[in-house]
């Protein structure tokens, strides 16, 4: 086997790699979307007038937050099959990533609305403000700033996370770059391209969501152009 770098091989695998990052992104993307919607599901739990319940959710929570994203992969897609629940290895991915991630969202809502002056909501009760209203026109817009930085930092982890979807069969970056490895056996050239793709999204992302940051703060009027 030729040792050291062949660009031949690595322009002729790249269309490839590049197909298989569209499967990423979609992966990372509907992942992220399952765990925003699960993140408010848990802050939900936690906000309930009834402490039985609240004890339940965090103690899910804590008990997701605490075990390795890989281990309840394995969890979904190899245990619950015993219990008559068979799952493709998509929709496998997709709900451990959402329920995984969105435990870690649900603690940056929770931040987010604690982070809002407890004179807000004070205010809001003392003009008889309904909840609906005083959410949607008083503390979500102050409260959404506040999440900012960590609903993006959950997003870049989510997408550098899609690697381990590969122990299950998905056909994402990682998977296709190991089965080119094991197909020609060279791994250099396509893990090194893996690498630089994930390197080549991540940081405009990252750099998008703190645009984002800046640009809500300054229409807030909280920082100056």
Same mark, same amino acid.
């Given at each position: 086997?030729?040792?050291?770098?062949?660009?031949?091989?690595?322009?002729?695998?790249?269309?490839?790699?590049?197909?298989?990052?569209?499967?990423?992104?979609? =992966?990372?993307?509907?992942?992220?979307?399952?765990?925003?919607?699960?993140?408010?599901?848990?802050?939900?739990?936690?906000?309930?007038?009834? *402490?039985?319940?609240?004890?339940?959710?965090?103690?899910?929570?804590?008990?997701?937050?605490?075990?390795?994203?890989?281990?309840?992969?394995?969890?979904? @897609?190899?245990?619950?099959?015993?219990?008559?629940?068979?799952?493709?290895?998509?929709?496998?991915?997709?709900?451990?990533?959402?329920?995984?991630?969105?435990?870690?969202?649900?603690?940056? @809502?929770?931040?987010?609305?604690?982070?809002?002056?407890?004179?807000?909501?004070?205010?809001?009760?003392?003009?008889?403000?309904?909840?609906? @209203?005083?959410?949607?026109?008083?503390?979500?817009?102050?409260?959404?700033?506040? =999440?900012?930085?960590?609903?993006?930092?959950?997003?870049?982890?989510?997408? *550098?996370?899609?690697?381990?979807?590969?122990?299950?069969?998905?056909?994402?970056?990682?998977?296709?770059?190991? =089965?080119?490895?094991? %197909?020609? %056996?060279? %791994?250099?050239?396509? @893990?090194?391209?893996?690498?630089?793709?994930?390197?080549?999204?991540?940081?405009?992302?990252?750099?998008?969501?703190? *645009?984002?940051?800046?640009?809500?703060?300054?229409?807030?009027?909280?920082? *100056?152009?």
């Amino acid at each position: 086997m030729e040792m050291g770098w062949r660009w031949d091989f690595a322009i002729e695998i790249l269309p490839g790699m590049l197909l298989a990052t569209l499967n990423t992104i979609l =992966a990372a993307g509907v992942g992220y979307a399952i765990a925003l919607v699960v993140g408010l599901l848990f802050l939900v739990g936690q906000r309930t007038p009834f *402490k039985f319940v609240n004890i339940i959710n965090r103690e899910i929570v804590e008990f997701i937050r605490s075990t390795p994203l890989l281990i309840q992969l394995f969890f979904v @897609y190899f245990v619950l099959p015993q219990f008559g629940i068979t799952l493709s290895a998509w929709v496998c991915g997709m709900i451990t990533i959402g329920l995984h991630f969105g435990t870690y969202l649900s603690e940056v @809502y929770r931040g987010a609305l604690e982070g809002v002056p407890k004179s807000q909501w004070e205010a809001c009760r003392a003009l008889n403000f309904s909840t609906i @209203y005083t959410y949607r026109r008083i503390v979500l817009p102050q409260a959404f700033p506040i =999440a900012i930085p960590g609903m993006g930092n959950y997003l870049v982890g989510i997408f *550098k996370d899609t690697p381990l979807l590969s122990t299950i069969g998905v056909a994402e970056l990682f998977h296709a770059a190991t =089965a080119v490895g094991g %197909y020609h %056996y060279r %791994y250099l050239e396509p @893990y090194t391209l893996v690498g630089i793709i994930f390197l080549t999204l991540s940081i405009p992302a990252a750099m998008w969501v703190r *645009k984002l940051e800046r640009d809500v703060n300054i229409s807030q009027g909280k920082i *100056k152009k």
